[in-house]
């Protein structure tokens, strides 16, 4: 048991790292929403099925629909769009390091608007070192000739703020309630689907299909794998391993993005963009164990 356990820690580390190359292909052919928009719906489907299979869904649950709502646009609609048009804009393993960042996001919604978190030597010093990676990264200082684009950066800024957010929201209005974790994740992609499609220009969508390496990315790598398997493979970790020491796969994805974007899209990999990741990392980690409890970010 123990090793499905962390053979499904390692699979779901290597799921999200990888999900940025594929948001870089099919930026290529269709738009972020589009991405979006079939990247939920590959995703929903086996969630759904997952959750119909554990009678997880309750008529019941209606009555928090609103609080559903908020969270399919916080956890999934604006934070998938900002990560699919970031990735556009930016080398995927930028992009994938950037992500990393999203537990310092996390701690700061949280102090703001929960007034919960410790603020002590340990924690500052985690804010310091990750946003000082955040901005080794961003290098506004060179007046964008670094080759980073700033838009994009502010792109995946604004994804992680969002999710980070959603925690804050989830934690003040349904961490009582007594709806499972898989019932709320399909309530919330569900939600979003529907969201995304309303807004959603189809119009050049069936593009992706020029590309078959694209497509199945996108299908098969962001959607089925890398929202609806994701979902159930973080669950299975958070009830076996428990939340904190579940929280740890958060430092793999910008790891394997890295590597990836250098490895498939020949993406140049400099030392400062090493050693933001460290900083980036090293500031995650000092933030948590310096904290009372280490809050488990959601990712994709």
């Given at each position: ?29 269709i ?60 080398p ?24 919960q ?11 310091a ?8 990264i ?9 080759g980073?684009n ?13 999710v980070g ?33 309303l ?14 390496i ?11 794998t ?75």
């Amino acid at each position: 048991m123990k090793n499905r356990v962390y053979g499904a820690f390692a699979l779901l580390g290597l799921i999200w790292g990888s999900n940025f190359i594929f948001m870089k292909w099919a930026s290529a052919l269709i738009s972020p929403g589009q991405i979006v928009l079939l990247r939920i719906l590959c995703g929903f489907v086996p969630l759904l099925l997952f959750a119909l299979a554990r009678r997880s869904l309750k008529w019941r649950h209606l009555r928090d629909t609103h609080h559903f709502a908020v969270m399919a646009l916080l956890a999934t609609a604006v934070y998938y769009f900002a990560f699919a048009k970031g990735s556009a804009l930016l080398p995927s393993g930028i992009a994938g390091m950037l992500s990393g960042a999203i537990p310092l996001f996390s701690f700061v919604v949280a102090f703001v608007f929960l007034r919960q978190e410790p603020i002590n030597q340990r924690t500052l010093l985690g804010l310091a070192l990750g946003f000082g990676g955040v901005l080794m990264i961003a290098r506004p200082w060179s007046g964008g000739d670094a080759g980073v684009n700033t838009q994009g950066v502010l792109y995946m800024i604004a994804g992680s703020l969002s999710v980070g957010s959603s925690f804050v929201y989830a934690r003040l209005f349904l961490v009582n309630k007594d709806i499972s974790p898989v019932a709320l994740s399909t309530y919330q992609i569900g939600l979003a689907l529907l969201m995304v499609f309303l807004v959603t220009d189809l119009r050049g969508i069936e593009r992706i299909l020029e590309d078959k390496i694209a497509l199945s990315g996108l299908v098969f790598g962001l959607g089925l794998t890398g929202t609806g398997i994701a979902f159930i493979l973080y669950y299975f970790i958070v009830e076996r391993l428990g939340a904190v020491r579940a929280a740890g796969v958060t430092y793999i994805p910008p790891v394997v993005a890295m590597l990836i974007g250098s490895v498939l899209a020949r993406e140049a990999l400099l030392p400062a963009s090493a050693v933001a990741l460290l900083l980036i990392s090293g500031g995650v980690y000092v933030l948590q164990t310096g904290k009372k409890q280490a809050q488990v970010p959601l990712r994709p």
